[in-house]
């Protein structure tokens, strides 16, 4: 279907995508999923920086990734600009669904550092899917800039992105150790065990290394 005016299905739809009931946004982002139309994009890119409940953003997103990639991705590069938080966040889960490495320009060092944390956490993990073949290393210098960080959920975010890279992260890990900053240190050398030892909870990881970092130790072998 076309949206216009005109047609009640759209109106009504469009309408679902702002309803005070969040159960009434969440079919109606559903219905656009279900049935694609261009037309829709731009609603449910406008509705994924304003909509209050993560369920329904999850549905919106995966409505988008229902859309042709040559209507989404363009509009969603546009998004990761947004002075709105939720907007850039949203914008950038959104391309790691979709996966299409061609968005990989807009995914910034300026994103991976960003001051919001849900944005930063969303760049990390959209920069793991989208970085190209022999720029992992660079992408794993850029992450652990940013060991240390926030509290123990923004910290396992950031493992879990570097640990996705592989070992390429090694070198990267290695200088953080010797950061001045304790908490880089024992962030780092957690996130060296975790690419070691997959099973290891983080909880453990972390407290390990900070009581290594505590007592002056390096945390590496040989």
Partial sequence: MTVTREDPDAIRVLKGLEDGSSSMRLRAALAVGTAPDPGFVDKLIERCAVEPEFFVRDMLTWALTRHPVSMTLPALIREVRSERAQARSQALHTLSKIGDRRAWPAISWALLSDADDEVARSAWRTAVVLVPEGEESALAGEL?????????????SLSRALVD???????????????????MRAHALATERLLREPDTGFEFAIEEAKRCVALGGAGQEG
């Fill in 144 to 156: 652990a800039r940013q060991l240390g960080r926030g509290g123990r959920e923004m910290q396992l």
């Fill in 165 to 183: 890279l592989g070992e390429v992260i090694v070198p990267a890990l290695r200088t953080a150790t010797t950061a001045p900053d304790p908490h």
